[in-house]
């Protein structure tokens, strides 16, 4: 029987072993409002999760794959050399929810691992994007033994979805995409995540750490220029899909390290005074010469902030692993049992 919760969404299957459940409530609406909301502050900003539209996340495909950009390979690696100490803590688990899973290329890992353990794994990706939909026809025809439900929504009403499926559950967070949030707001993330867990789920969570300043600003100002069309994609969006006017060559990609706060920053900036306007929305936005569009903040963490981080949100770590280098962290925390 369903619950009240997933009468919510809509459910297609795409294959005897591929479901997509898309939320009714999720309305594209919500791109225009949050564009209009941001566009109209004094410093303006778009949200980073719009980035990730088909062609944002091809672009990002493709920044993964980009020398300066050591996440995705820092990562992989980790995870490639932590099979052992994962299967040490994995107990019957053989459901897997993935936070923004993208074309999951890192789960494919843990689907190894947990191949070796289950005959049948559950997978749960949930994702704004309808990405999600492709990614999951990809790997049903990879792994026999995938059974998936993959949910279009946000994170928060995906994990409220999967909480009360019985079973127990791996959630796995990859990527830096907790830096999104400051340290408050990734706390609170965190708590929601928690949450959704029972007694004996575990969860895996990315992390980039604090290092050279150099190092970070070459990964997100790329010799190719693949992060700038990245961040420049965002006003083809707008113009696109609301009706916009941006000239895109008269904005620049601009990604500077902030030492203090310990975070990458990117905007776009404008490159003379000049006016915009969005049909849609009914907007006339003026740009001075200099003015940015802050589009991410990526924090980095060190190791005790991770440790604070997870004690506040209510976990217990069960391991911290990082490269050799200690340019990224994979965390894997248990619910802290109630005293």
Known sequence: ?????????????????????????????????DIAYGLSRKNKFIHSKYFYDKNGSYLFDKICDLPEYYLTKKEMQILSEINKGLLEHLDGHNMVVELGSGAATKTRHIFETLSLLHQRIEYYPIDISDIVRESSQRLQDEFDNLHITGIVDQYENGLDYIRD????????????????????????????VNLAMNKGDLFLLGID???????????????????????????????DELGGNFDIDSFEHVAIYNLQANRIEMYLESKAEQQVSIQDLGMTINFRAG?????????????????????????????????????????LFSKEPKK
């Open 209 to 239: 750490l604090v290092k050279n300043k150099e190092i970070l600003e070459r990964a997100y100002n790329d010799s190719e220029g693949i992060t700038r069309q990245f961040n420049l994609n965002l006003l083809c969006r707008i113009n």
């Open 291 to 331: 003015e940015r569009i802050c589009t991410e903040y990526s924090y980095k963490y060190t190791i005790p902030q991770i440790r604070t981080m997870a004690k506040k949100a209510g976990f217990q770590i069960k391991s911290i692993w990082t490269d050799k280098q200690d340019y990224f962290a994979l965390a």
């Open 165 to 192: 499926i019985s079973g127990k559950k791996l959630i796995v967070f990859f990527g830096s995409s907790i830096g999104n949030f400051d340290h408050a707001e990734a706390t609170e993330f965190l708590k929601k």
């Open 1 to 33: 029987m369903r619950s009240k919760i997933q009468n919510k969404y809509t459910k297609v299957q795409l294959a005897p072993n591929c479901f997509i459940v898309k939320s009714n409530t999720l309305h594209s609406n919500d791109f225009s409002a």
